[in-house]
């Protein structure tokens, strides 16, 4: 089926069904044009708790709709693709929190959001990339675990120097690729330009950066700054989306194929039956539910 008919059909089953369609910013550009809302992951959290449409497909990976069906149980969540995981999420376990909370039993474990809901469950707060600062500043212990990217957590810390930070080892494979070198050899290659960078990166990546944050405030920084040329150090989603909406500046990703590759395996025909066919929808027991949310809950008020 040629695409213009795919989208079409995408529209009307959205119209007919009612569904609230909330897209991540990595998504392909063909998805995040249908949906309602592009969004970073606070974002996507903050828009599927406030969700009144009884049923809402997260264009994105598992944990973003996991989180959903947390914040807004009531609702029918689905996803195109149930194989779309997140490998930093899968690096740290339940029993992972546990030993670490009894060899720190004054520390508060702040959990980032990319993480499973068994893992929510046994952490005192939530927080995305954009919010972690805030939430791990507003907390009134010393010391904090924080779980599991190893980068996200070693950027606050070093921003909180009178907060004891433990680190986990999870890091997210996309991001923790791009090295020193590969910034290097772009700024060489375009030496009057700046380069933001997303906190998953190394600190020798961060190092070089100009800007620092969240998918959303990346493109909020490119949008807003003066330099004519600038170098992402985030995914290839941003760069194609800063691509069509700043014509008149010189967009280039720090490494070549920069590309999380679950986040690409949602496209229009998967958007197309899961709205068809109603899936796949996120199960999760009253009980994971009512764990899980404490720690999201207090992220989103936060
Ligand atoms: P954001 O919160 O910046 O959207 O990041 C989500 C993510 O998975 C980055 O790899
Ligand atoms: Fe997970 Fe990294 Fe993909 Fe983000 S870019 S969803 S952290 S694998």
Known sequence: ???????DQ??????EKNALILAHYYQPLEVQDLADHVCDSFEMAKRAREAVQQTVVICGVVFMAESAKILNPGKKILIPVMEAGCPM?????????????????????VCYVNSSAAVKAVSDICCTSSSALKIVRSLPQKKIIFIPDKNL????????PEKEIILFNGFCPTHNRISESDVLRAKAAHPDSVFAAHPECREEV???????????QILDYARKSEAKTIIIGTEQGIVERLRCELPNKNIYSVAASFICPNMKKTGLQELLNCLENEQWEIKLTDEEIAAAKQSLDRMVSI
């Open 10 to 15: 995408i529209l009307q089953l959205k119209a």
């Open 206 to 216: 961060l190092a070089h950066a100009d800007f620092i944050g969240s998918t959303a």
């Open 89 to 109: 999420a899968e690096m740290v376990t339940p029993e992972d929190v546990i030993r670490l909370r009894k060899e720190h039993p004054d520390a508060a474990v």
């Open 153 to 160: 957590g070693a950027y606050i810390a070093r921003q909180v």
């Open 1 to 7: 089926m040629a695409s213009a008919d795919i989208r």
